[in-house]
C-alpha cells in the first residue's frame, strides 16, 4: 500500500480554500510535506495557520482544491468518499483534542468501536479493546464510563482506540491541550512507544512546547506554509 | 455497529424514556379512540347481532340506520306473511319512552317491544327472570347495568337501590313490573333498554297512532333472500335487508353521516400530530446531542449507509418499544372498562393502523435527523 519509499505521507504543492470572492481564505498555499513510516512529525504554529487543515486533508476526512496528497501511495483526489471512508478506516488512527468518546458507551466500547467499523465481531473487538486498555495502564476500567475517569485517562481512552485497528497512520490534534504537563508527558511518551516504535507514523498538532522533545521532526507552518522543517532537539 | 448506536439510545436514559413516552401516547390516543368509536358503532348494531335468527330485516325505505325507525302501518305486517319464501314474521318496536324515578327525575329509556306470541326479538342474555315472564301484566325487562345505575331508586341517604325483579317503575305515566334483568349490549345512545310485548309498548305509548318499527322475516330458504326483498319491495314498497346489508347500513349513516366519526378522526389525527412531533422532536433532538460523534465515528471511517441504519435502527426501536408500551395500556383499558358502560372494541385493523403511524413517525423521525448526520463533514470533529 506505501509508495515504496517507506513514506506514510506524500504532499506536493497542496492548496485549499475555504470561501468565495472577497471572503475567500486561503488556508494551504502550496505545502510539500513527506512523512516516512515511524517518524513522529509534529506540527506547530499560530492559529489559523493551517495546521488543522493541513491535518484534515492528510487524515482524508477534508479535500485539497490542488497538488498531490499521497497517503500509504494512494492519491486522495482519486478516491470516492466510499474509498477515502474504507482508508479512514483500516489505516488511520485519530486521536482528539476534548477525546471525543462517546459518553454513552463503556471505555471498551468506545476503544472497540474502530474494530467493529472494520467488520470484527463485537466479542473479540471488545476482548482485544479491553486487552489494550490493560497495556495503557487502564487496568480493570473497560466498563467504565468516559465520565467516571480522569482526562489522562480519557485521553489513554481516545489513544487506544486509535490504535486498536493497528493502523499505519495516526493523526493527533492537540493531544495535550487538555491535560496537566506530567499527564501529557507520559501520553506522549506513550503514544511514541507503542506507536513510532510499531513502525508507525504519527502527525502531532500541537502548541504545547513541553512536548516537542518526542518529535523527530517539528514543521513549524504560518499563512499556509510550512515555513520551517527541522529535527527535534 | 447496530448494537452501539441502540447502546447509545438506551443509555440515553432522558430521552430515550422521553422518545418512547411519546411514542406510547400516540400509539395509545390512535387506538383507544377509534376503539371507542368502533365500540360505539357495534353498540349502534347490537340489536340486529342479536337477533341472528331473522334473515330480513323489513322497514320504511327512508330509514337510514338501526335507530332512525320511521313507522309502520300494522298491516303491513299481514302483508308480508302473505309472501311466497316467508316462514314467518313478527313485528318489533324500538323507541323512547321517559322513565320517571322515585325523586321525580325523569330518565329516557330505550323501548324495545317484542312479538307477543313468539317473544322473538328479546334478548340474547338474562341474568334474572325469565323471557317468558313478559307475558305477565305489566312485565318488562330492563338491562342490569342501568337496574344498578340509572333506574336505580334514589334513596334518602343518597344511596340508590338497584332495581330487581317486582320492583316497579313508571314509563309514560303507566305502572311497569321488572319480571326480569338482561345483559344486552347497551344502544349506540347509551340508554336503560326496556323490553316488554310489543302490544304492551302499544299501551305503553298510547298517543302514538302508528309504533311497528321493523317486521323480522324468517325465510323457508335464506338462499332465496334476495327474491324475497325484491317481492316485498314489490308488493308493499318497503325496503328489506339482510341482517348484514342492514348492519353495513347503519354503519355507513354512523360512519359518514352523523359527524361523530370525524370528531374521533380530529381526536386520533391530533393524537398522532402531538405525540408525533413531540417524539420527533426528542429525536432530533437527540442525534443532535450525539452530531460530535456521528461526526467522530464518520472521521473514523463510518459510511453515511452505515449511520443511516444506525439512526433508522435507534427510531424503530424506541417506535417498537413505544408502540408495545402504547397498545398493551390500550388493551389494559379495554379489559378494564369491559364491566363499564364504556364502548371498546379493539381490532387488528386498529393495531395496524397505529403501528403504520408510529412506523411513518419514526421514519420521518428518523429521515429528518439523519439529514444533518449525513451533511455532516468528518473535517469538523478537528474544529473543537
Given at each position: 500500500m506505501d509508495s515504496g519509499h517507506g513514506l506514510a505521507i506524500r504532499c506536493r504543492a497542496l492548496t485549499k480554500s475555504f470561501g468565495r470572492g472577497e471572503t475567500e481564505v486561503k488556508a494551504l498555499r502550496g505545502v510539500d510535506l513527506d512523512v516516512p513510516l515511524g517518524e513522529l512529525l509534529m506540527l506547530v504554529g499560530p492559529s489559523g495557520c493551517g495546521k488543522t487543515t493541513l491535518i484534515s486533508i492528510i487524515a482524508s476526512v477534508l479535500d485539497h482544491d490542488?497538488?498531490?496528497?499521497?497517503?500509504l501511495g494512494r492519491d486522495l483526489s482519486e478516491l470516492s468518499a466510499v474509498e477515502k471512508a474504507a482508508l479512514r478506516r483500516a489505516e488511520i488512527g485519530f486521536v482528539f483534542q476534548s477525546y471525543n468518546l462517546i459518553p454513552t458507551l463503556t471505555s471498551a466500547e468506545n476503544v472497540a468501536?474502530?474494530?467493529?467499523?472494520?467488520?470484527?465481531?463485537?466479542?473479540?473487538?471488545?476482548?482485544?479493546?479491553?486487552?489494550?486498555?490493560?497495556?495503557?495502564g487502564l487496568v480493570g476500567r473497560g466498563a467504565s464510563q468516559p465520565s467516571d475517569l480522569s482526562g489522562g485517562q480519557q485521553q489513554r481512552v481516545a489513544v487506544?482506540?486509535?490504535?486498536?485497528?493497528?493502523?499505519?497512520?495516526?493523526?493527533?490534534?492537540?493531544?495535550?491541550?487538555?491535560?496537566?504537563?506530567v499527564t501529557g508527558d507520559n501520553l506522549l511518551r506513550l503514544l511514541r512507544e507503542i506507536a513510532v516504535r510499531e513502525g508507525r507514523a504519527l502527525v502531532v498538532v500541537t502548541?504545547?512546547?513541553?512536548?516537542?522533545?518526542?518529535?523527530?521532526?517539528?514543521?513549524?507552518?504560518?499563512?499556509?506554509?510550512?515555513?520551517?522543517?527541522?529535527?527535534?532537539? | 455497529m447496530l448494537r452501539i448506536a441502540l447502546i447509545m439510545l438506551v443509555n440515553d436514559r432522558g430521552k430515550y424514556l422521553g422518545i418512547v413516552a411519546a411514542l406510547s401516547f400516540t400509539a395509545f390516543m390512535m387506538v383507544q379512540q377509534p376503539a371507542i368509536f368502533l365500540g360505539i358503532l357495534s353498540r349502534s348494531t347490537a340489536v340486529i347481532t342479536e337477533l341472528p335468527i331473522v334473515d330480513l330485516w323489513v322497514v320504511d325505505p327512508k330509514v337510514e340506520n338501526v335507530d332512525d325507525a320511521k313507522p309502520l302501518q300494522d298491516t303491513q305486517l299481514y302483508r308480508?306473511?302473505?309472501?311466497?319464501?316467508?316462514?314467518?314474521?313478527?313485528?318489533?318496536f324500538r323507541g323512547t319512552i321517559k322513565a320517571r324515578l322515585a325523586d321525580g327525575n325523569f330518565v329516557a329509556c330505550q323501548i324495545i317491544g317484542i312479538?307477543?306470541?313468539?317473544?322473538?326479538?328479546?334478548?340474547?342474555?338474562?341474568?334474572q327472570g325469565l323471557l317468558i315472564d313478559l307475558r305477565k301484566s305489566d312485565a318488562v325487562l330492563v338491562d342490569a347495568a342501568s337496574a344498578k345505575g340509572r333506574l336505580a331508586q334514589p334513596g334518602a341517604a343518597g344511596?340508590?337501590?338497584?332495581?330487581?325483579?317486582?320492583?316497579?317503575?313508571?314509563?309514560?305515566?303507566?305502572?311497569?313490573?321488572?319480571?326480569?334483568?338482561?345483559?344486552?349490549?347497551?344502544s349506540f345512545q347509551s340508554q336503560p333498554v326496556i323490553y316488554t310485548t310489543y302490544s304492551r309498548s302499544k299501551a305503553f305509548l298510547s298517543s302514538e297512532r302508528k309504533i311497528l318499527s321493523f317486521v323480522l322475516v324468517k325465510l323457508k330458504q335464506p338462499s332465496d333472500a334476495k327474491r324475497v326483498a325484491a317481492d316485498i319491495r314489490k308488493y308493499t314498497g318497503l325496503a328489506a335487508y339482510t341482517s348484514e346489508e342492514f348492519r353495513t347500513l347503519s354503519k355507513e349513516f354512523f360512519l359518514f353521516k352523523s359527524g361523530i366519526f370525524v370528531n374521533f378522526a380530529i381526536s386520533s389525527v391530533i393524537a398522532f400530530a402531538i405525540g408525533g412531533s413531540i417524539a420527533g422532536q426528542t429525536f432530533y433532538n437527540f442525534t443532535l446531542d450525539h452530531l460530535r460523534y456521528f461526526g467522530v465515528l464518520k472521521a473514523m471511517g463510518a459510511t453515511n449507509r452505515l449511520l443511516f441504519a444506525m439512526i433508522a435502527l435507534q427510531a424503530f426501536t424506541a417506535a417498537a418499544l413505544g408502540f408495545g408500551i402504547g397498545i398493551g395500556a390500550v388493551s389494559f383499558?379495554?379489559?378494564?372498562?369491559?364491566?363499564?358502560?364504556?364502548?371498546?372494541?379493539?381490532?387488528?385493523?386498529?393495531?395496524?393502523?397505529?403501528?403504520?403511524?408510529?412506523?411513518?413517525?419514526?421514519?420521518?423521525?428518523?429521515?429528518?435527523?439523519?439529514?444533518?448526520?449525513?451533511r455532516l463533514e468528518p473535517a469538523a470533529v478537528f474544529r473543537g
Open positions: 490542488s497538488g498531490l496528497c499521497e497517503v468501536v474502530p474494530l467493529l467499523l472494520n467488520g470484527h465481531g463485537r466479542r473479540q473487538a471488545l476482548a482485544k479493546a479491553d486487552k489494550l486498555l490493560e497495556s495503557l487506544a482506540r486509535a490504535l486498536v485497528h493497528e493502523p499505519r497512520i495516526l493523526v493527533c490534534d492537540e493531544p495535550t491541550s487538555a491535560l496537566d504537563a502548541h504545547d512546547s513541553r512536548i516537542f522533545k518526542y518529535a523527530d521532526r517539528i514543521a513549524t507552518m504560518n499563512d499556509g506554509q510550512i515555513v520551517n522543517m527541522e529535527p527535534a532537539v | 308480508i306473511k302473505g309472501i311466497t319464501g316467508v316462514a314467518w314474521a313478527v313485528p318489533l312479538d307477543d306470541a313468539s317473544l322473538i326479538g328479546g334478548p340474547s342474555q338474562i341474568a344511596q340508590a337501590t338497584p332495581l330487581g325483579v317486582g320492583s316497579t317503575i313508571e314509563l309514560n305515566e303507566k305502572r311497569a313490573t321488572i319480571v326480569g334483568l338482561h345483559l344486552g349490549t347497551p383499558f379495554g379489559s378494564s372498562s369491559k364491566s363499564s358502560p364504556i364502548a371498546f372494541e379493539l381490532n387488528l385493523w386498529l393495531v395496524a393502523a397505529s403501528a403504520a403511524a408510529v412506523i411513518l413517525v419514526s421514519l420521518l423521525a428518523a429521515a429528518l435527523s439523519a439529514r444533518p448526520v449525513m
